[in-house]
Every structure is written in C-alpha cells, then in structure tokens.
Nanobody, 125 residues
C-alpha cells in the first residue's frame, strides 16, 4: 500500500521561505511522477509543480516560477518543495501526489493515483 505523508507547513510572514517534504511509503517511489498541488479557502485544488521519476524534468504553474523549486531524493523516497519569497496568496493546504506515469496531464488532479493528507501553509502580510 502506498502512503504519502507531507510535512513542513506553517505560519510565516510574507517574504519568508519554507520547505515542504513528502515521504512515500511502499514500493516503487523511484518510478512515480510526483507533484504538489494546493487548495486555498473556497478554491479548487490547483497544480503547483511536478517532477518526473528521475528528477530531470520539472513543471511549474506560472505564479510560482522563480520562487518555488521541486526536487526529489529517490534514496529517501521523498519529494520536496522549496518555497521562497512567499506571498499571502500562497496560503493554502499543500498536497503531495504520485502518479504511475508522467504524462502531458501533469497539471490535472485526475492524473494522480495517490495523495497525501495535506499540510497547511499560511502566509501573513
């Protein structure tokens, strides 16, 4: 059984940095495409960043380009989201997701087979 557990969220001021981690239990982590999504209050879940199995290909939503970095350590079964220059509009619950394959639909929630429970990020102005 595959389980995803996120950590690293918190309450920070605008301009601060946080690093989210998502550790995956079960077999096959190194073959999964991984992603981060977020869901703000009253909003739909939206794509933030994705990374392929080897870490050589990444995608970001426009609003976080240049500020957020997704990476993975296959030896530790962990994917990270380094978030710099945080803004109040980044406030959301952040979810880690895993997919059996890295496809063109990397931005779509339906593409992912496993989800974590989420970690809250709150950015004050």
């Amino acid at each position: 059984q595959v389980q995803l557990v996120e950590s690293g969220g918190g309450l920070v001021q605008a301009g601060a940095s946080l690093r989210l981690s998502c550790t995956v239990s079960g077999r096959g982590f190194s073959s999964y495409a991984m992603a981060w999504f977020r869901q703000g209050p009253g909003k739909e879940r939206e794509f933030v960043a994705a990374i392929n199995w080897g870490g050589g290909t990444t995608y970001y939503t426009d609003s976080v380009k240049g500020r957020f970095t997704i990476s993975r350590d296959n030896a530790k079964n962990t994917v990270y989201l380094q978030m710099n220059g945080l803004k109040p509009e980044d406030t959301a619950a952040y979810y880690c997701a895993a997919a059996w394959a890295f496809s063109r639909a990397y931005h779509a929630t339906a593409n992912y087979n496993y989800w974590g429970q989420g970690t809250q990020v709150t950015v004050s102005s």
